[in-house]
């Protein structure tokens, strides 16, 4: 090679060389990308060590950007590609190295020069992981003594055809409150009713019943077909504090009607004959085809006041017709006050009505076999006129299925045996008595208002018979859980309160809670006051 290539090529090493440090130094002050960092270092060409420039980077440097210039991202998860690379120190007391869980990768995103001109992005945190829901306060879970049949007690949902309605599990935090003055079985044991008591007022009941049945039986009466139907509280064995109220049907078959349902109700009926043979005692009740309900009752009044007159050894009086009650109240003022209500029912043995086909639920609590030999029994209708805008239809009757509910009561286990002698307890009917007790004892304590005049009974029934039905398992039911599955029928009422939708048990287009029939202000009334017993360990519980 002449001198004078040998010269050019030599001008040609030093010019690389210059412009290799130029990059190092603006490198060093400067961020770059990081593609620029993952490629390896380019192998300069070979130079004279005399002429070697200074700040020329070292084999074990690489260019990395500063810490305070890198992004959050890479600050806490540096990725596995540049650990090798990079140069580490140990952490001082002011920093420390975030952990990332093991497995876990980022994904790198590509920086540009804002990033490092803005200084370190603040990246928004990921979701928390959802945790799991606390235990509510005052359970037995909570506590540590949750056991299997708590874990399956949870309220009664309401339950329209084809709809569920989730009720919220019942907050348990008052019972350690109220524990020590809470005992629902010394509660009880002040409702059981004495057998001489009970005796004493059923040969007096007896007596007038039988008196009176003979007289309607009678060859002039146009009721001389009744029979006698013990239903009630007290032949359902749930009565609670004292003997003294007894309700007694009369039915009386009526072959070959036809039912017209009212305005959609599914409770309430007109009734004609198919067919009114001549000599048919209940003719003169007919008003344009219809069986009036309002006229039966009015006859069946009369006869019943004119004949309680010639009963000897019994001071017995009729009390005021209630308007819209179907019921001909008797009252035994000695040896001891009794009240006894005697209904006038319509025996009918057809088909139970199209309104009734979804009620009566107990497939899965009594079985599909009972529910079929139920519904095989007769249905009844009852003078109780349907209301609408604040006025009564007199010509409607009442579906009525008291008999049924006596039978449900009776056998009210899913073993056979359930509550007999020598069979498996339940606290079923405790709970009933309690809750019945419950509102006996609000409407005695509030008796001077009016909010709780339109409750009865009947509304605690139903309630129990739904609690009944979505806690169909005996074992759900056991003596020991009383004070939980009384909560637990209370809390499904008070949702029905809350919700004002009480399910008629038989028909389930019928709502005992509608407004037409119970107002709001009374249902808020009595919600409260059952929250404030319910809270406090039930204080109205030893007022009496």
């Not at 305070?68 to 007391?93: I, V, W």
């Not at 009565?239 to 959609?264: C, G, Q, T």
């Not at 079985?367 to 349907?386: C, E, I, M, N, S």
């Not at 129990?464 to 009422?493: K, N, V």
Request: charged share 30%; proline share 8%; net charge positive.
């Amino acid at each position: 090679m002449d001198p004078q290539h040998r010269r050019a090529t030599r001008s040609a090493s030093k010019a690389a060389a210059s412009t290799l440090t130029a990059s190092v130094q603006i490198t060093k002050g400067t961020p770059t990308k990081p593609a620029q960092t993952k490629s390896a270092p380019t192998k300069a060409a070979p130079t004279k060590p005399a002429e070697r420039n200074p700040t020329q980077m070292k084999p074990s440097e690489c260019l990395v950007v500063p810490d305070a210039a890198q992004p959050e991202e890479q600050m806490c998860c540096p990725t596995r590609a540049s650990a090798p690379r990079r140069k580490k120190s140990a952490p001082g007391p002011q920093e420390r190295p975030h952990v990332r869980a093991r497995g876990a990768r980022t994904q790198k995103a590509p920086l540009s020069a804002e990033d490092f001109l803005d200084g370190p992005r603040i990246l928004p945190e990921p979701p928390a992981a959802r945790e799991p829901p606390l235990p509510r306060v005052g359970s037995g879970c909570e506590r540590g003594a949750c056991s299997a049949r708590e874990q399956k007690s949870q309220p009664w949902p309401m339950e329209d055809p084809g709809q569920h309605l989730l009720v919220p599990a019942p907050n348990l935090a008052w019972r350690e409150a109220s524990s020590c003055s809470w005992k629902p079985r010394a509660v009880l044991d002040k409702l059981k009713l004495r057998r001489c008591e009970i005796s004493a007022a059923a040969e007096v009941v007896n007596k007038l019943v039988d008196h009176l049945l003979r007289r309607l039986q009678s060859s002039q009466s146009e009721f001389k077909l009744v029979e006698k139907l013990c239903t009630g509280s007290y032949y359902e064995q749930v009565k609670v504090s004292s003997p003294n109220e007894f309700d007694i049907m009369f039915k009386l078959d009526v072959p070959r009607i036809e039912l017209e349902e009212y305005h959609n109700s599914g409770a309430h009926y007109f009734v004609k004959f198919k067919r009114n043979p001549k000599g048919n005692p209940l003719s003169q009740f007919l008003e344009n085809e219809v069986l009036s309900a309002s006229k039966m009752l009015s006859k069946f009044r009369e006869i019943i006041k004119e004949e309680i007159k010639n009963i000897e050894d019994l001071d017995v009086i009729m009390e005021r017709k209630k308007r819209g009650c179907p019921a001909v109240t008797l009252l035994i003022r000695k040896p001891k006050e009794i009240s006894v209500d005697i209904i006038l029912a319509l025996q009918v043995k057809s088909s139970w009505p199209a309104s009734t086909l979804e009620g009566l639920c107990i497939q899965g609590w009594l079985g599909r076999k009972v529910r079929r030999d139920l519904r095989l029994q007769p249905f009844y209708l009852v003078p109780k006129h349907a209301k609408e805008e604040g006025h009564f239809q007199e010509n409607t009757w009442r579906l009525s299925f008291s008999h049924i509910e006596k039978d449900i009561l009776k056998n009210h286990g899913q073993c056979k045996t359930c509550c007999e002698t020598d069979g498996v307890r339940c606290c079923r009917k405790d709970c009933l008595k309690l809750m019945k007790y419950l509102l006996e004892q609000l409407k005695k304590k509030h008796g001077h208002r009016k909010e709780l005049k339109k409750f009865c009974s009947y509304h605690v029934k139903t309630a129990f018979f739904h609690a009944c039905t979505h806690h169909p398992e005996d074992s759900q039911w056991q003596p020991g859980d009383l004070e939980l599955c009384f909560d637990r029928c209370l809390e499904g009422f008070l949702q029905c309160l809350r919700r004002d939708r009480l399910i008629n048990y038989f028909i389930p287009g019928h709502n005992l809670f509608s407004q037409d029939k119970v107002d709001k202000i009374s249902k808020e009334f009595l919600l409260k006051e059952i929250e404030y017993e319910r809270n406090n360990g039930f204080p109205v519980f030893k007022e009496s």
